[in-house]
């Protein structure tokens, strides 16, 4: 009688096929702040943007690795463990775009709630609540001045084209609300556009402020433009 033994933790990989797969479950590599790779497949979490491993925040004028540090915030909750991702779609880079869990945990909401990524909302607002709830408590990214890793990758892209070095567009340590009577809003589309709402625009009471100016000439000099009335 021949017996077969088998591993106790057996990685069950439902990728078969790029376009039909749904459920990939394995233990993960971390790559960076918002992508892995589970079971040897590349998979880029669903909903939210974390820094870049090269990009460098800056906190008391002191710049720091925040891209290496979002690296490390992942690498601690996924931490040996077994991954569950549903995908949701295929990037450009042949990624599978999923909604990862370590149990009950879904790791991009834990990497947005906790300020080490950004709800990216060009894609899904899923996580939005929850990038404002660690903004207003000044947690990881948000206890510092830091370019959002979307502006960031473009403005590495023009550089690359153009030869030379452009300004950063710095997201402040700040909250939602009016500091010192400043009232004019500056927020971030789902476009990835810089635009600052006036009172009395249209949608001002609506629009979600991610920094807060006193002046139109403090908003354009941080990289906004004016919101456009019709």
């Not at 906790?114 to 709800?119: F, N, P, Q």
């Not at 899904?124 to 990881?140: M, V």
């Not at 556009?193 to 949608?203: E, K, R, S």
Request: charged content about 25%; hydrophobic content about 40%.
């Amino acid at each position: 009688m021949v017996r077969l033994f088998y591993p106790l933790l057996v990685l069950a990989v439902a990728f078969a096929s790029p376009a039909t797969a749904q459920i990939l479950t394995g233990s993960a590599r971390v790559v960076d702040g918002d992508s892995l790779s589970v079971a040897g497949l590349s998979v880029r979490l669903f909903g939210i943007d974390a820094p870049e491993l090269s990009q460098q925040c800056n906190r008391d004028n002191k710049s720091w690795a925040c891209g290496l540090q979002a690296k490390t915030q992942l690498e601690a909750l996924t931490n040996g463990q077994l991954v569950r991702c549903e995908r949701k779609s295929m990037d450009a880079y042949g990624r599978a775009v999923s909604v990862c869990r370590v149990g009950d945990l879904d790791l991009g909401k834990a990497m947005v709630s906790r300020g080490w990524a950004v709800a990216f909302t060009q894609y899904s607002t899923i996580y939005e609540a929850d990038e404002a709830a660690a903004r207003n408590a000044q947690l990881g990214l948000w206890d510092s001045k830091f370019e959002v890793p979307q502006a960031y990758r473009e403005r590495r892209k023009t550089e690359e084209v153009q030869g030379f070095s452009a300004p950063p567009r710095v997201v402040r340590r700040t909250n939602s609300s009016s500091p010192g009577g400043c009232v004019i809003k500056g927020n971030r589309n789902r476009r990835g556009q810089w635009i600052y709402h006036l009172p009395g625009m249209p949608y001002y009471d609506q629009t979600r402020a991610e920094e807060m100016f006193c002046s139109e000439a403090d908003a354009q000099a941080a990289g906004y433009r004016r919101a456009i009335v019709q």
